[in-house]
């Protein structure tokens, strides 16, 4: 059975930084993403990388998230620098299994829990 684990989130002043974990179980996939949620508003792409090591970033992310994979470890890491309070939400990383758009949720066929960020001015 798969599974996606997230760990790293929690609670840091803007300008701070965090780093996410997703750890897979069961198999490699060929897109890993990660989404996030605030309160009040719909999902939305955050990054993405490929089993190729190609990256995708959302414009208001990019120069400040980095995401990266360990597929020895199953892992997909996000990278959070200079943080801003509307970074502040649920991030969800996803497991797609076949190539294609990384863009859309409903792209991806497994999700993790979720672990809260929250960014304080």
């Known amino acids: 059975q798969v599974q996606l684990v997230e760990s790293g989130g929690g609670l840091v002043q803007a300008g701070g930084s965090l780093r996410l974990s997703c750890a897979t179980s069961?198999?490699?996939?060929?897109?890993m993403g990660w989404f996030r949620q605030a309160p009040g508003k719909e999902r939305e792409f955050v990054a993405a990388?490929?089993?190729?090591?190609?990256?995708y970033y959302a414009d208001s992310v990019k120069g400040r998230f980095t995401i990266s994979r360990d597929n020895a470890k199953n892992t997909v890491y996000l990278q959070m620098n200079s943080l801003k309070p509307e970074d502040t939400a649920v991030y969800s990383c996803?497991?797609?299994?076949?190539?294609?758009?990384?863009?859309?949720?409903?792209?991806?066929?497994?999700w993790g829990q979720g672990t809260q960020v929250t960014v304080s001015s």
């Open positions: 990388i490929r089993w190729t090591g190609s990256t």
């Open positions: 996803a497991a797609r299994v076949s190539s294609g758009s990384y863009y859309y949720p409903s792209g991806y066929d497994y």
């Open positions: 069961g198999r490699t996939f060929n897109i």
